[in-house]
């Protein structure tokens, strides 16, 4: 059974940080992640994606957090990260972990995954 297991969020200021955890169990084909929010009223939106092929591994960010927020993988652990730095007000959301992809050749910021975390709250006060 897979299961994703999301930590780290919480309640911060305005320009402060936070790092997401997501902990992966029961997938042993993992290599594909990403993370997606959802915040009051509006549909999930795709935040950063990280995939690892043999070569090395290939990330994707949305346009509104680039240079702010890290995708990272440690596959030692079956953990993906979510370094958040330069937080926002508009960062505040439920925060998901997910993996799995079923979106063929859609953008890889597409919310088409099997498998998603219970999410994490994160909010940001300016």
């Known amino acids: 059974q897979v299961q994703l297991v999301e930590s780290g969020g919480g309640a911060v200021q305005a320009g402060g940080s936070l790092r997401l955890s997501c902990k992966v169990s029961?997938?042993?084909?993992?290599?594909?992640s990403g993370w997606l929010r959802q915040a009051p009223g509006k549909v999930p939106e795709g935040v950063a994606v990280?995939?690892?092929?043999?070569?090395?591994?290939?990330?994707y960010y949305a346009d509104s957090v680039k240079g702010r927020f890290t995708i990272s993988q440690d596959n030692a652990v079956n953990t993906v990260y979510l370094q958040m730095d330069s937080l926002k007000a508009e960062d505040t959301a439920i925060y998901y972990c997910?993996?799995?992809?079923?979106?063929?050749?859609?953008?890889?910021?597409?919310?088409?995954?099997?498998?998603w975390g219970q999410g994490t709250q994160v909010t940001v006060s300016s």
């Open positions: 990280i995939g690892i092929q043999s070569g090395g591994s290939s990330t």
């Open positions: 997910a993996s799995g992809w079923t979106g063929g050749s859609a953008s890889p910021l597409s919310p088409f995954w099997h498998y």
């Open positions: 029961g997938y042993p084909n993992w290599n594909r």
